[in-house]
């Protein structure tokens, strides 16, 4: 059974930093490449960023280059992201998935971010 479990969520000021870790099983984790999505209240899945199955590639979404940087440790098959400058507008639901496309492959249940002052 495919399992990916999110943790490291939280609520942090403005400016804070969170590391979310994304643990898998299931599944060959070093042989597909990874995304973190994210979704806000009242809004659709929001793509954030992908990394290749063995770390030499990475992509983000413009809203959060810079800022967040992906990575993967697959001797433990853990996805990580960390998170740092957080805005207010990062609120939201972050996700773990094996496809790019949102609603395709196999996700984990999320983890809450909160960002306020």
């Known amino acids: 059974e495919v399992q990916l479990v999110e943790s490291g969520g939280g609520a942090v000021q403005p400016g804070g930093s969170l590391r979310l870790s994304c643990a898998a099983s299931?599944?060959?984790?070093?042989?597909?490449?990874m995304n973190w999505f994210r979704q806000a209240p009242g809004k659709g899945p929001e793509w954030v960023s992908n990394i290749n199955s063995d770390s030499g590639r990475t992509y983000y979404a413009a809203f959060v280059k810079g800022r967040f940087t992906i990575s993967r440790d697959n001797a433990k098959n853990t996805l990580y992201l960390e998170m740092n400058s957080l805005k207010p507008e990062d609120t939201a639901v972050y996700y773990c998935?094996?496809?790019?496309?949102?609603?395709?492959?196999?996700r984990g249940q999320g983890t809450q971010v909160t960002v306020s002052s």
């Open positions: 299931g599944f060959t984790f070093g042989s597909y490449d």
């Open positions: 998935a094996t496809d790019s496309v949102a609603g395709r492959g196999f």
